[in-house]
């Protein structure tokens, strides 16, 4: 894995050095993990001019060893402040001055203000520049073994959802049983939720995003889970919506049935070289047709990876076009105020279709259930 971490840096290096830049200073932590395979909370990475052997990761405490850090490339050199409540930021830009760097690129789009002015003021010979989202461009397309980790992710997901649906839900809680969704992600090998697990019953279901309540599982109520695994750093997301107990109204099913219908329109279709907002309209436009419109969320999907949200996003405005190997999220949802409603989310990655066409990594049925 450390060659892989190395050539991943060794891209990053390039990069900057075609800009002029002779060091770079990696601050949001999904671009320290992706560079070093390690993110204890607040740490630096230091891109060195020269070989691997010049990155350092710059660290405010001691390595604990916890998983969900990770574990750092053995090619980078680790830096631990002396004392507490020093900033690794600073310290980084304090090292690429000693070492005789010139520009300095970062994150600016990740620094605050007061950050960025402590870096000026510790080096003042050394020129900023900006790095933009140069990392999180180079994350969008997936390695094999970043796909695995997904396929992983999902495989947890899957299961942790599958052993709720066999248990008695009627009379308990959406906190308790989101609570009870996300022990069973970390006992099925997940370093923890990819997000807070979302569990909404009767008049919640079909928000998206719904923060779980007090609220009981009732009979006759639609039921809408969102959850998914954090694995090795790595996030996908799985969104099912059943009804409880009882044969489901005519209304639920025809409210399902349209929302499969446009979730299953975005993921046929996902391909390459697909503009990005075209997914989102193919979905979209099924809702909007069948009056749902005005209640439609901003993006219909989004990229995921070392972050639950990432580009690409599946919106009307989006720029772009989809790549292989690019893993996505398809998500449309209707809530009906004082009714309920569905939400159908699936991770797939984008394949073309001589490899079969989208991979889906989610495999929780789809079919409207009574539990």
């Not at 310290?91 to 070492?99: D, G, N, Q, R, V």
């Not at 090795?232 to 799985?238: F, M, N």
């Not at 503009?275 to 069948?290: G, K, N």
């Amino acid at each position: 894995m450390s060659e892989l971490y190395a050539a991943r840096r060794a891209q990053l290096r390039d990069r900057c050095a075609a800009t002029g830049s002779t060091a770079a200073l990696i601050s949001r932590p999904a671009n320290v993990r992706y560079l070093t395979g390690c993110t204890p909370p607040g740490a630096i990475l230091l891109l060195g001019p020269g070989s691997p052997g010049d990155d350092v990761l710059v660290c405010g405490r001691p390595l604990t060893g916890d998983p969900s850090e990770g574990r750092p490339a053995d090619d980078v050199r680790i830096s631990v402040l002396p004392a507490r409540g020093g900033d690794p930021a600073v310290a980084a830009a304090s090292l690429a001055a000693t070492s005789g760097a010139e520009i300095l690129a970062v994150e600016e789009h990740h620094l605050t203000v007061t950050r960025h002015r402590a870096l000026s003021q510790v080096a003042p010979g050394m020129r900023l520049a900006d790095l933009a989202c140069a990392v999180e461009t180079q994350r969008l397309v997936k390695d094999d073994d970043e796909i695995a980790c997904l396929r992983i992710a999902a495989e947890i997901s899957d299961q942790a959802l599958g052993e709720l649906l066999e248990s008695i839900l009627v009379g308990r809680t959406e906190r308790h049983l989101a609570l009870e969704l996300e022990r069973r992600l970390v006992d099925h090998g997940a370093d923890g939720p990819a997000f807070a697990t979302s569990v909404a019953t009767g008049p919640n279901s079909g928000r998206a995003g719904h923060l779980p309540t007090d609220r009981r599982v009732e009979e006759g109520d639609f039921l809408t889970v969102g959850l998914g695994a954090n694995y090795r750093g790595y996030r996908c997301e799985i969104g099912r919506t059943f009804v409880i107990g009882t044969t489901p109204a005519d209304w639920q099913i025809e409210l399902y049935d349209l929302v499969f219908a446009a979730q299953k329109a975005g993921r046929e279709a996902l391909a390459p070289g697909v503009e990005c907002h075209e997914v989102d309209r193919v979905a979209r436009q099924i809702l909007e047709t069948a009056g749902h419109g005005d209640g439609l969320g901003p993006w219909t999907g989004h990229g995921v990876g070392l972050e639950i949200d990432e580009d690409p996003q599946l919106s009307p405005g989006a720029m772009g076009k989809l790549d292989a190997c690019v893993p996505v999220t398809v998500e449309p949802g209707v809530h009906i105020p004082g009714r309920g409603g569905v939400r159908i989310d699936d991770t797939l990655v984008v394949r073309p279709e001589a490899d079969g066409g989208p991979e889906l990594l989610t495999i929780t049925t789809k079919e409207l259930l009574a539990l």
